[in-house]
């Protein structure tokens, strides 16, 4: 996805958001704070934005979003179950209506047979409990 395409469906994931009077998060791994960036160059997405977490490493995942050691020891930061909790973690932390997280390996290096470079999960979350 391009800085472009994503600018353009921010737009309207805000757009739908501003119409509920509802909040977003975004918990990030491997984009390393992308998507809020791109969130934030939107004029007006303070109505919808909050606030995101960027947690690159095992330690900020868990100080910052709750991700259990058990569940990074287990089964990895690349994995289900870890943006599963990145997602309801960043919820609790931001008070927010919906979160979405995302955690993979960009590469070049760091892959793996089992999960190889380019592999990314993706989790979202809302406050009902949905997702």
């Known amino acids: 996805m391009t800085d472009s395409e994503l600018m353009q469906l921010s737009e ?7 119409a509920r009077g509802a909040i ?15 969130i934030t160059d ?3 997405s303070s109505a919808w934005f909050e606030r995101g977490f960027v947690t690159y490493s095992n330690e900020a995942k868990a100080q910052m979003i709750g991700v259990r050691e058990e ?4 089964h990895g930061a690349v994995s289900e179950p870890v943006v599963v909790e990145m997602a309801i973690g960043a919820l609790k932390a931001a008070r927010a209506d919906y979160a979405v997280s ?4 960009a590469g070049p290096d760091g892959g793996s047979e089992e999960k190889p470079v380019g592999t990314v999960w993706f989790a979202f979350a809302t406050a009902r409990g949905e997702g």
């Open 12 to 18: 309207q994931v805000g757009q739908a958001l501003k």
């Open 24 to 38: 977003v998060t975004t918990a990030e791994s491997c984009t390393g704070g992308w998507v809020a960036k791109v």
């Open 42 to 44: 939107i004029a007006g």
């Open 71 to 74: 569940t990074l020891a287990q």
């Open 102 to 105: 995302i955690s993979g390996i």
